[in-house]
């Protein structure tokens, strides 16, 4: 067990709210959107779900660390704010947008650098990734324009107070992992594996759902010239004639069977 | 923007690791090439290392292209504040229309913040080229790869990186190799924040080798359920179980069990895939297998595109069924 040491932290987190992994998702009418099915679930993207946790793990051990949650969605997207402060952070912002739909990276971001919590961070986290989009940008372009330094794919981290850094293990192919040091304040995005986020403590949620949250109008900020737009989106090209096997789950299974077989691969 | 017509340049840069250089290059020299048939394209490739040479003359022999290499002490091993740095100063006075790297854990940590302070457009993860009419369509998986989107680049410089193993390219030698340029810049010895680089954990298992691989994805729900998962692989000659991310993560397989981009990359004969949804990230690691058998409920599932053999089943009723039979077939020989 880590004594607590006496240093004032500010820790910003950024979450996202993302569909569930089974979710129905189609295509809109006009080809351009995507279309998610009625009655699709969302939940906190998991790579921000750990990145909370790593800020909680440094408050347990930094008494003096206030944890900022900061979110961009639709009205639905407080609830994986609620959820961080349930977990254990202590208030949240939600830059409320009014549609669904694609944001570009770099209108994300430059509202995220907008909110005087990020400016006033000592150390950002982000997922290393959201899993609807997987751009993996927002991390490494709201550290740029806030002039800090950044890195990605945090698999371990340790503050040090006395230099006031973050030395963090960032995961490379082959594996192989990095060793860095980066001087506070810094950005840093959280690969999943890092930690097992806990479940909310239900006295947390309760003052979570109590806590009124910043709000702040999308449409009301600031929106910086967009550099991509998604001109349509298709359903992927089949890489392989996939056969469909019908049938009961008996007449699968021996189908497959005398596939592996035809193909010497069980013997 | 991106249009069909005036000659453009494209910047290729390589992936330099402990001292050669990785294959994604070549994939991103078939996407400059691929490029190249949709708009006259010259390529150039940028090389960093601390020993650069050899690799730079290799490149320009097997490409054809004209390389930049640039070479320092500091370039030893990768760090993301001195390749933007770097980048930046040597991009900087006149950019290329597109820079592309590999969608890596380097390329996709320097790209962003590169693409950033040239004011690029950044598209990352790409896995397919495409044009209509003038316009270039660079398409990137979403929703773990359910469905594609294609993107255009609304800037004059784009930075894109590219999803491993989506192209395609093979070395030759039978062309007028690139002129070779090494430059030397100073760069600050403290610039580089990088303490070390270092095998987290070593392993004796090669799963390059293995000639049947049954997989485990987060469908498989509880951690009990592996258990069918190695029922299975004892059932099947020389199988050897593995798992996507979501399996490492949890702890139910150790880390070099791991399929996918930070993980293994595979190509047995049967890759069975159990409860995996197939994001690009996983794809990336077993696509040059030879059969793939595929078992999931959501029919939806983006694995079923890359698969041969679809079993729209939960595979805690399907793999018991299958086990059942298999038994059975053994005890009939």
Known sequence: MAVAVSMTMNILVCVKQVPEGEAQVRIDTDGRRVALGAGTEFRMNRYDECAVEAAVQIKEQFADTRIHILSIGPRRAEAVIRRSIGMGADDGTHIMTLEEGFVDPVVTAHWLAGCSQARSADLILCGAMSEDLMQGQVGPLLATQLGLPYTTSVIDMAINPEDNTIQVDREIEGGYRQTLVLDLPALVTIQTGINHPRYPALSKLLRANRLSLEILQADQLDLPQSKQQVDRVTLPRKIRDAVVLEGTTHDKAEQLISILSNRSLLT | ?333
């Open chain 2, 1 to 333: 923007m991106n249009h069909v017509g005036e000659t453009q340049t494209i910047a290729v840069i390589a992936e330099y690791f402990a001292g050669a250089v990785r294959p994604t290059t070549y994939e991103c020299v078939g996407f400059a090439k691929a490029l190249q048939k949709l708009r006259p394209v010259n390529i150039k490739m940028v090389v960093l290392g601390d020993d650069v040479e050899s690799c730079s003359r290799d490149l320009a022999q097997t490409t054809g292209a004209d390389v930049l290499g640039i070479e320092a002490p500091q370039l030893s091993q990768y760090n993301g504040q001195v390749y933007q740095a770097v980048l930046y100063d040597v991009f900087n006075q006149k950019p290329p229309e597109i820079i592309c790297a590999a969608h890596s854990s380097q390329g996709w940590d320097y790209g962003p913040g590169l693409a950033a302070r040239l004011k690029a457009a950044c598209i990352t993860g790409v896995s397919q080229v495409s044009a209509r009419g003038k316009e270039i369509y660079f398409s990137r998986d979403i929703y773990g790869g359910k469905v594609s989107a294609d993107i255009i680049s609304k800037t004059e410089k784009t930075l894109l990186t590219l999803q491993p193993g989506s192209f395609r390219w093979n070395p030759t030698r039978n062309q007028e190799p690139g002129l070779v340029n090494i430059i030397s810049p100073a760069i600050d010895p403290q610039a580089s924040n990088t303490r070390s680089t270092h095998i987290h954990q070593a392993s004796d298992l090669d799963l390059s080798l293995a000639k049947v691989i049954v997989s485990a994805g987060r469908g498989i729900g509880e951690a009990e359920n592996l258990d069918l998962i190695h029922k299975l692989a004892a059932a099947i000659p020389q199988a050897v179980v593995c798992g996507s991310r979501p399996i490492i993560d949890n702890g139910w397989l150790s880390y070099d069990r791991q399929v996918g981009v930070t993980g293994a990359t595979v190509s047995p004969d049967l890759y069975l895939a159990c409860g995996i949804s197939g994001a690009a990230q996983h794809v990336s690691g077993m696509q040059g297998s030879a059969l793939v058998v595929s078992i999931n409920t959501d029919a939806m599932a983006a694995i079923f595109n890359q698969s041969d053999i679809c079993i729209v089943e939960d595979l805690t009723v399907f793999i018991p069924t299958l086990l059942e039979k298999l038994s059975g077939a053994k005890k009939a020989k």
